[in-house]
C-alpha cells in the first residue's frame, strides 16, 4: 500500500526557505495517473492547497503564493520536494503531502503531516 | 478563494447531518470534481467522496454527497460516535486556480 511520509525541519525563521521532502514509499512516484501535492493547514484554520507536480515535472500553484513555492520531482529517488521562500509567520501550519488521482481530482493517499513553525 | 462551510455541526446518533460547501462558477458549478475528506486529530485526512457522489472502496454507504449549482453537500446518515471529525470539502477549479479547499466543519456527535 502506497505511503507518504513528509520530512523538513518544525522550525524555520522569518525570511528564510523552508524545505520539505515528501518520501514516497510502497509504490513508484512515476505514476500516469497521479499528480503529487502539497497542502497546508494552518491552526484553527481551514486546509490551503499549495501545488500539485506530476512526474513529468509540469506543476501547478497556488496564485495566493506569489510565487514563492516551487515544487519538483525526483523519479529516480521515488521523492518530491517543497521549497517556500521568504516564509514569514503567516506560513505556520501543519504541511502534508498527497496523492491526487488525475481522473476524479480526489487526494486519496495522505501523509501524517508535519508542523512547521516560522519563528 | 476557499469554498465555504459552516463551521460547526451537530447530530444525535442515528440521526442524519448535512454539511454544506458553497463553492462559485469557476469551480463547484462548472466540474464534477468534488471531493469530501475526513479528518480525526492527529491522523492523515481520509478521502471518502469523490466526484460529487462516489465513495472509495471501504467508506460507508452512510456517507453521501451532492450538488445542485455552486453549492454542494455531504449527508451523514446513521451518525455514529466515531463519525465525530473535521470535514472539509475540495474542487478542481480549472486553469486559474486548479484546487480549492473548504473551510472545515466540525461535526459532533452529541
Known amino acids: 500500500q502506497l505511503q507518504l511520509q513528509e520530512s523538513g525541519p518544525g522550525l524555520v525563521r522569518p525570511s528564510e526557505t523552508l524545505s520539505l521532502t515528501c518520501n514516497v514509499s510502497?509504490?513508484?512516484?512515476?505514476?500516469?495517473?497521479?499528480?503529487w501535492g502539497w497542502v497546508r493547514q494552518p491552526p484553527g484554520k481551514g486546509p490551503e492547497w499549495i501545488a500539485t507536480v506530476y512526474f513529468s515535472g509540469r506543476t501547478h500553484y497556488n496564485p495566493s503564493l506569489k510565487s514563492r513555492a516551487i515544487t519538483s520531482v525526483d523519479t529516480s529517488k521515488n521523492f518530491f520536494s517543497l521549497m517556500l521562500t521568504s516564509v514569514t509567520a503567516a506560513d505556520t501550519a501543519v504541511y502534508y503531502c498527497t496523492r491526487l488521482e488525475w481522473v476524479t481530482y480526489g487526494m486519496d493517499v495522505w501523509g501524517l503531516g508535519i508542523m512547521v513553525t516560522v519563528s | 478563494s476557499a469554498l465555504t462551510q459552516p463551521p460547526s455541526a451537530s447530530g444525535s446518533p442515528g440521526q442524519s447531518v448535512t454539511i454544506s460547501c458553497t463553492g462559485t462558477r469557476s469551480d463547484v458549478a462548472a466540474y464534477s470534481y468534488v471531493s469530501w475528506y475526513q479528518h480525526h486529530p492527529g491522523q492523515a485526512p481520509k478521502l471518502i467522496i469523490y466526484e460529487v457522489t462516489k465513495r472509495p472502496s471501504g467508506v460507508p454507504d452512510r456517507f453521501s454527497g451532492s450538488k445542485s449549482g455552486n453549492t454542494a453537500s455531504l449527508t451523514v446518515s446513521g451518525l455514529q460516535a466515531e463519525d465525530e471529525a473535521n470535514y472539509f470539502c475540495s474542487s478542481y477549479g480549472g486553469d486559474n486556480m486548479f484546487y480549492v479547499f473548504g473551510t472545515g466543519t466540525e461535526l459532533t456527535v452529541l
Open positions: 510502497g509504490g513508484h512516484i512515476s505514476t500516469t495517473n497521479y499528480f
